[in-house]
């Protein structure tokens, strides 16, 4: 089964920091731009950070500053660190992969175009 598989998720405190991590199953994920998106209770589907296949990241405005995204190619898997967490952060957090060419337009790319997606990781940020 062609998936990707997000971890790392959990409860925090206001302040703290979490690193999520997705890898792909059945799939290598190097030939991907990998995007992560998250969803909060009653909310849409938003774009966090995207990571192109040569390493260029790019944030949305809401985590600039607090959330970094990376890629170990050695180990297949992407991350992302989570720092200063507020409880607006609160929110399922899905990966998502989608061709190469995409990667420059992934802020505003319909989510039908993402090839694989994992089934998303809670984060709750709680005091």
């Known amino acids: 089964q062609l998936q990707l598989v997000e971890s790392g998720g959990g409860l925090v405190q206001p302040g703290g920091s979490l690193r999520l991590s997705c890898v792909a199953s059945?799939?290598?994920?190097?030939?991907?731009?990998i995007v992560w998106f998250r969803q909060a209770p009653g909310k849409e589907r938003d774009g966090v950070a995207c990571?192109?296949?040569?390493?260029?990241?790019n944030d949305a405005d809401s985590v600039k500053g607090g959330f970094t995204i990376s890629r170990d190619n050695a180990k297949h898997t992407v991350y992302l660190q989570m720092n200063s967490l507020k409880p607006d952060d609160t929110a399922v957090y899905y990966c998502?992969?989608?061709?190469?060419?995409?990667?420059?337009?992934?802020?505003?790319?319909?989510?039908?175009?993402?090839?694989?997606w994992g089934q998303g990781t809670q984060v709750t940020v709680s005091s």
């Open positions: 998502a992969a989608v061709r190469p060419h995409y990667a420059s337009s992934w802020s505003t790319l319909d989510v039908s175009e993402y090839d694989y």
């Open positions: 059945g799939f290598t994920l190097d030939y991907y731009a």
């Open positions: 990571i192109s296949i040569s390493g260029s990241t």
